[in-house]
């Protein structure tokens, strides 16, 4: 199956970052500006300063830092980043800003000047010039204050970024909002994802190779599922929870390429799997849809909760699995909602009677043609 890939989740990342490094600029330039005036006016010092031309020039300036740094930090870092410790993103990002900045800021200076002296004398005095204006300009305590302060800025929106991406996409907003500090109810879907022969496979290697082996499919999942638009719920030892509202699970039949998504994906590193586990990977699924309460649970550890019958059924359903002797099952309540075509075949395996349910569910399980 062609594995799709969904840019916009990235997009929006860098539109927000580029959004507010615009501002942080533009708020920067006005204390600044405000503060010399202050300065001017109590007689400290002389002049004057002209406020639109610089607004309008700090202004594009963060624009532009907020575009290649949004861009660099959710396109070419983040990968990276997903696979270290916060400490190492902050600071990393932070050292890397300063490099980049000494390169780009240093070299650009010189070379500017370079030019512009070269049009006044000849090409050795004006190597002389660019190079003592350079001096100047390193010597400046300004210099080192801005690059300071922007290198917490950017080591700031790395931070943010990864405790984005440990909530889940959009759950950080959601604690911020306050979208469910009062419990409320929606009609959600659950997929249940159990590892399979789990307990053969911890039997045969040690607990914190087991471990490894756990961190290495996690990894591995995590694009397909947001490229599915699902959000992880919950990893639950060696399984995984996985939940969508009902216009991200139904379009395009996310819910359901999810899991082949991933199944695409931990096939692609099967030589990998094998050479340093001796296994290929799997999972067993089960998927379904109802009403969930939602809510912000704790005081000291905050997390938003799923609660409801629906979480019950989809874990009953997925333990179902084993004794179908297939890898994922699906409730006919779903299935009535999704817009299948011709890429899957379902196959009805009847009425079911799930433990700690007193009505049958008619489940059905999917290949793909």
């Not at 575009?67 to 993103?89: C, E």
């Not at 006919?332 to 049958?360: A, H, T, V, W, Y």
């Amino acid at each position: 199956m062609k594995k799709k890939n969904h840019p916009s989740r990235g997009i929006q990342k860098v539109i927000i970052i580029t959004i507010c490094w615009t501002l942080f600029a533009s708020i920067s330039f006005i204390n600044q500006y405000f503060f010399i005036s202050d300065l001017i006016t109590l007689d400290k010092l002389s002049g004057s300063y002209e406020f639109w031309s610089d607004f309008i020039g700090y202004t594009f300036l963060g624009f532009l830092a907020g575009i290649t740094g949004g861009y660099l930090l959710v396109f070419k870092m983040g990968t990276r980043y997903r696979q270290k410790s916060f400490a190492f993103g902050i600071i990393n990002s932070g050292f890397l800003f300063i490099v980049f900045y000494l390169g780009l800021i240093a070299g650009g200076i010189f070379f500017l000047n370079l030019i512009y002296f070269s049009t006044q004398s000849g090409f050795i005095s004006a190597i002389d010039s660019a190079w003592s204006n350079l001096l100047v300009n390193l010597r400046s305590p300004s210099f080192f204050i801005i690059m300071g302060i922007w290198a917490v800025v950017v080591s700031f929106t790395q931070f943010m970024l990864q405790v984005n991406d440990k909530f889940g996409p959009g759950i950080l907003w959601k604690f911020i909002s306050g979208k469910y500090y009062h419990p409320r109810e929606e009609e959600r879907i659950f997929m249940f994802l159990d590892l399979k022969s789990s307990t053969m496979i911890a039997e045969k290697i040690s607990s914190k190779k087991f471990f490894e082996l756990l961190k290495e499919i996690y990894s591995d999942i995590t694009e397909p599922i947001l490229n599915s638009r699902g959000e992880i719920y919950q990893y639950v030892g060696d399984e995984v929870v996985i939940t969508w509202s009902i216009e991200n699970g139904l379009a395009n039949n996310n819910c359901l390429l999810c899991f082949f998504r991933i199944q695409d994906a931990l096939e692609a590193k099967k030589e990998f799997y094998l050479d340093n586990y001796g296994i290929l990977p799997s999972f067993k699924a089960g998927i379904h849809l109802g009403k969930a309460t939602i809510g912000e649970i704790g005081v000291i550890k905050k997390d938003i909760v799923f609660s409801g019958d629906v979480l019950n059924t989809t874990s009953r359903i997925q333990k179902e699995c084993n004794d179908q002797n297939v890898n994922i099952l699906l409730s006919s309540d779903l299935l009535k909602r999704m817009p299948m075509n011709g890429e899957f075949q379902k196959i009805p395996l009847g009425e079911f009677r799930l433990k700690g349910r007193e009505e049958k569910v008619e489940l059905s399980t999917i290949k793909l043609r």
